[in-house]
Structures are given as structure tokens and as C-alpha cells.
């Protein structure tokens, strides 16, 4: 019962060393809203299109299987979703991609006409969710970064 007990034992603290095979230390991808473009915007409905940049801090490749987002300028919540857009991100570098959406703001009509009173005001977003990466294994990586866009450079001129 004794060497049941021994056998047991170390067998426990023997695969507590197997988890560290799969620990990685690598510098998390870092992704933010770059750019957001109005494709239509009509009264119940608008388009957007949501440009994303996902930085790879590590020095060796990175696949990103998709993510899963929720962006919000100011306190208005402006779209929430996923999306399933592959890439490979080569190591120390960048790559940029483009997720369309579709939302409506007419609740929040009275919100967004005060963000765009002054067009070169920036506005506060908040981009929250999970980057899906890894190609056999999974590794969900945390997103949240702050940020501010300026609605300006998203209007024509000849509208300003």
C-alpha cells in the first residue's frame, strides 16, 4: 500500500513538469482598430467596415483563426460579433484585416449627433474580445486596448 502510495506520489509530481511543456512565454499579438469606414449609412441600418491591425511581438509565425470583438466609442456601444478571418503573421511584423458590419444606431441617434457636433474632436473606442490564434492548438489571447478616432477623417470634405 506503501509503494501504491510512493508510486502515486511521484507519478503526481512527475507530470507536473509536463505542464511547462506547453507554457508559453512568448510576448502576446497586440491588435487594434486602425480605421473605421462608413460603407452606407441610412436611417435603421448602417455599414461599416472595421480595419484591424494584429502585431506580432514574437519571433515566430503567427496564425490568427479569427476574432471574436465588441467596440464601443465612448459609452455607445457601436458593434459586437465575430469573425472567422485567417492570417498568418509573419514574426516581429504587422498585417492588417477588414471585418464588415452592420449595425443600428437610431436608439442612440441623439449620442452620435454629439460626437459628430465637432468632426475634429476625437472619440474614445474601446476594443474588447479574444484573438483565436495557434494552428493545431488553440490559444485564445485577451484583447482590450483603448484608443481614439477623430470622425473628421472619416467625412468628405465637402461635407465638413
Not at 491588435?31 to 515566430?60: I, P
Not at 460626437?115 to 483565436?132: A, C, I, S, T
Amino acid at each position: 500500500m506503501l509503494r501504491m502510495y510512493s508510486l502515486m506520489l511521484a507519478l503526481t509530481l512527475g507530470l507536473t513538469g509536463c505542464a511547462s511543456w506547453f507554457e508559453d512565454d512568448s510576448p502576446p499579438p497586440h491588435v487594434s482598430l486602425v480605421k473605421v469606414e462608413v460603407v452606407r449609412a441610412k436611417l435603421l441600418e448602417q455599414k461599416f467596415k472595421l480595419y484591424f491591425r494584429v502585431d506580432n511581438r514574437d519571433d515566430a509565425d503567427l496564425t490568427v483563426r479569427g476574432l471574436v470583438y465588441k467596440i464601443s466609442l465612448g459609452n455607445l456601444l457601436l458593434t459586437e460579433g465575430e469573425s472567422n478571418e485567417w492570417l498568418t503573421v509573419p514574426p516581429r511584423s504587422h498585417k492588417f484585416f477588414r471585418v464588415s458590419v452592420r449595425t443600428n444606431l437610431w436608439p442612440q441617434v441623439r449620442d452620435v449627433v454629439q460626437m459628430l457636433k465637432n468632426p475634429d474632436q476625437p472619440v474614445p473606442y474601446r476594443l474588447e474580445g479574444e484573438l483565436k490564434t495557434g494552428l493545431f492548438i488553440g490559444n485564445d489571447v485577451q484583447v482590450a486596448h483603448n484608443g481614439e478616432i477623430i470622425p473628421g477623417d472619416f467625412i468628405p470634405e465637402q461635407h465638413r
